[in-house]
């Protein structure tokens, strides 16, 4: 689960991280007042959207302009009547994709003279199963581009969980980053203070960039991000009440209400699977036979028949979608309960696209002949190459 800018910086500012004092609009007629509770003599107005790029973003409507979800002011007013022209209106970064995020929220900052920008991150290192810091001196905008050209100047620093944080990792950070003097013990302080928060509230990942000396040499948090262990919110209540929903893909919200792992992507055909494992193969298999998947969707061991008639309502709501693949292969799953679901769904949101199934398992015969005495229009697939090349074809024609 991931937070806004103005959230995280709350949360960071709890537990003693340097943050810039800052005021969130969620309506245009309170932007004046948000500016006017700081002191300038500049502000920093930012669209809060989940999505990089704001900087170099552009606004769909052209009354908005093209100056980015990131904007400077120099006064009170001018900063109130850019939040109002931002308010309302979709961003477009290289991360949102062409349709864009509408900006729900702005938030007003005071703002802050900078020596450099730093780039610094925690995260879960999958490979070394431990948390570590990553950090570069090319802090800012063009950090995407740092690590596709020069990986060489972004470090990573692993922490061993049974030591946990130690100064010498601060001070090894502090050295990445070129810092001296004071500045030293600030960082030291600051990644102790991270490192904390990212362990005590279950995060994923906690990125700061840019991380900025100010020109009085001191270390600030000038922008955050931060992501959540989803499935660690059960113990972490107050990180819950922070969701906005209105940034999650609808599809993938209605699939969470229902315990349904389900991921929006890109392609053309829906797949319907039982475990993560199997639904991976589903999607790399279909991209073998030159398609590409439209979601990640695993109903899961114990899907119950409301389950998988969602499942397929959520696959079916997708536009992009051109034909579905039901690839179940019975365990605890009963073939029986996918077909009873399957049927309930088409005779409910009808079925205007191709589609196959492959049944293997547990009441597989049930399973089929429920299908098959059905009268629905369903292509019978025998393994799942078989299944993977039948939608294929059907979805190229």
Known sequence: MNIHEYQAKQLLRSYGAPVSDGRVV?????????AGALDGPLWVVKAQIHAGG????????????????????????????????????TLVTHQTGPSGKQVGRIYIEEGSDIERELYLALLVDRVS??????????????????????????????VDPATGYQPFHGRRIAFALGLSGQQVKQCVKLMGILY??????????????????????DLKVLDAK???????LYRQADVAEL???????????????????????????????????????????????GAEPANFLDVGGGATKEKVTEAFKIITSDKNVKGILVNIFGGIMRCDVIAEGVIA???????????????????????????????LNVIAADS??????????EVKG
């Open 384 to 393: 799942l190459s078989d299944g993977a090349q039948k939608i294929v074809k």
């Open 196 to 217: 904390n928060a990212f362990v005590e509230k279950d995060m994923e990942m906690l990125e700061i960039n840019p991380l900025i000396v100010t020109d009085k040499g």
């Open 243 to 289: 969701r906005d929903e209105t940034e999650e893909d609808p599809k993938e919200l209605q699939a969470s209400k229902y315990d349904l792992n389900y991921i929006a992507l890109d392609g053309e055909i829906g797949c319907m699977v039982n475990g993560a494992g199997l639904a991976m193969a589903t999607m790399d298999i279909i991209k073998l036979y």
């Open 129 to 158: 199963s431990r948390i570590s810091f990553v950090c570069s001196t090319e802090g800012g905008m063009d950090i995407e581009e740092v690590a596709a050209s020069t990986p060489e100047k972004i470090l990573s620093f692993p």
């Open 26 to 34: 969620l309506r245009a007629e309170e932007a004046k007042t948000a």
């Open 226 to 232: 931060l992501g959540f262990d989803s499935n660690a």
């Open 54 to 89: 704001r900087g170099k973003g552009s606004f769909k409507e052209s009354d908005a302009g093209e100056k980015g979800g990131i904007r400077l002011a120099k006064s009170v007013e001018e900063a109130a009547d850019e939040a109002k022209k931002m308010l309302g209106k």
């Open 345 to 375: 769904a088409v005779k409910e949101v009808g079925l205007e696209v191709p589609l196959v199934v492959r049944l293997e398992g547990t009441n597989v015969e049930q399973g089929k002949t429920l299908i098959n005495e059905s009268g």
